[in-house]
């Protein structure tokens, strides 16, 4: 028969279970390695960086007529990708608005809050600061946060997946932002991001299509030749029309050819594929150089 245990033993009894589950889960703590602080590159301020995963794709497109994808919907992608979208879709402007947060963001780990005035961030974008453009402004943070996107690096064999922006909070009497990003952000820098030249991209102006070219090039040591169809498709163009599609092509690299974003460029009558001579930076013509100094594998 149990004996009757008093209250002060009953007490005394779950004191002991309690301090046990304690050294427990202090052991546990030790014993679990401690997780990785996630941080950007620290650029500096002549250049904004990008992660390759959005250069390479119709993510960013250059359409400034926006589609809804009310389910996952498969973007055109370079082979090494594998990109899924809900939402709104993004362009360039979005793009402007996205970089130029996590400008500001390289400075501290990610999900540290980020804090602006909308006046500042409106100039650091090189817009106007009048009513229209701090409307603007709201509707591009807005569809940043609520885009779902889900990317795949096959050759990595991983995924991310999230929106741009995980929250923030306006105060509407100075309109400061306070913004937070999604962590795990910084994967997608760490698999291979890209210094864009700012002032090349701001002397393209409102040509969306010089400007994806312009980010996607440099994300390039040695650009890979499309075809026109291909880049149509790869830049989410509008232009339904092959012909017209190349010829604002053309314009566009022109424009890359003026600010010095590329050396040359031709489309080959024959096969309608796009090549270009670019400028490399000097991380790329290193890794050039370590590209020719690798011995070709041999025909299994």
Request: proline fraction near 4%; charge should be positive; avoid cysteine.
């Amino acid at each position: 028969m149990a004996t009757k245990r008093t209250p002060e033993e009953i007490i005394a009894g779950a004191r002991a279970r309690a301090e046990a589950a304690e050294k427990r889960t202090a052991a546990s703590e030790k014993k679990a390695p401690k997780p990785k602080q996630l941080s950007l590159e620290f650029w500096p301020d002549a250049v904004r960086g990008v992660p390759n995963a959005f250069l390479r794709n119709a993510l960013f497109g250059t359409s400034n007529t926006r589609k809804t994808h009310k389910r996952r919907t498969l973007i055109t992608a370079v082979e090494q990708y594998e990109v899924r979208f809900k939402g709104e879709t993004f362009n360039q402007t979005d793009l402007d608005v996205w970089e130029t947060l996590l400008h500001l963001a390289r400075l501290q780990p990610l999900g540290t809050k980020v804090e602006f005035t909308a006046h500042a961030l409106l100039k650091e974008l090189g817009r106007g600061t009048g009513g229209k453009d701090h409307e603007q402004l709201k509707e591009e943070l807005a569809r940043l946060g609520s885009g779902w996107t889900e990317i795949t690096d096959k050759k990595a064999r991983k995924t991310f997946a999230g929106n741009f922006i995980s929250s923030y909070v306006r105060d509407d009497a100075t309109e400061r932002y306070v913004v937070s990003f999604t962590p795990e952000m910084a994967q997608l820098y760490e698999a291979g991001h890209t210094l864009i030249d700012l002032e090349q991209r701001r002397a393209l102006g409102r040509n969306n299509l010089a400007k994806w070219l312009h980010g996607h090039y440099a994300s390039h040591a040695k650009p890979f030749a499309y075809k026109v169809e291909t880049l149509r498709e790869l830049t989410a163009s509008e232009t339904a029309e092959l012909r017209k599609f190349r010829q604002l092509l053309k314009k566009a690299h022109d424009a890359l050819k003026a600010v010095g974003a590329i050396q040359s460029w031709t489309i080959d009558p024959k096969t309608d594929l796009v090549e270009v001579v670019n400028l490399p930076s000097q991380t790329q013509l290193k890794h050039l150089a370590k590209s020719k100094k690798r011995p070709k594998s041999k025909p299994g």
